[in-house]
């Protein structure tokens, strides 16, 4: 089975809310479910450059690959194929505007303790990091 390798953006405003996204209707998989910015990893990147890659072609935040620390991996299947995730946080002092792609139609910033109740595959990496990380 082929391993698709993404990398996921936790980002969190100066409250500890969180950028969650929402897929558009026409997403390719689970449309009208919530989603953090980023993406598979193309040839050639580290996750911490597909994650502000990903980042910046989702939401126009450009992100330096300095701010962010990666904060867990997950292995799991969906879709009928195996998932490696890399997960990164960063923060910023001001929410940044946000111009979402054709990916997703949505966007809000929630609490960094509602992240957790999502039901998406980065879910368990945010549950994992609020353990150790509580504001």
């Not at 391993?3 to 500890?16: F, I, P, Q, R, Y």
């Not at 897929?23 to 910015?37: G, V």
């Not at 995730?85 to 990916?103: G, N, Q, T």
């Amino acid at each position: 089975m082929v391993v698709k390798h993404s990398a996921k953006l936790l980002l969190l405003d100066s409250e500890n809310n969180a950028l969650i996204l929402r897929r558009s209707e026409s997403h390719p998989h689970i449309p009208l479910t919530s989603d953090l910015p980023g993406g598979e990893i193309e040839s050639g990147e580290t996750p911490a450059v597909a994650a502000c890659r990903e980042t910046f072609e989702e939401t126009g935040i450009n992100l330096e690959e300095s701010v962010m620390r990666q904060i867990g991996k997950r292995q799991f299947k969906a879709f009928g194929r195996e998932y490696d995730l890399y997960l990164f946080v960063a923060k910023v002092s001001e929410r940044p505007d946000v111009k979402i792609s054709w990916e997703h139609d949505q966007y809000s910033w929630i609490p960094l303790d509602e992240v957790q109740n999502l039901d998406d595959g980065f879910q368990p990496l945010v549950t994992d990091y609020l353990k150790t990380n509580r504001a």
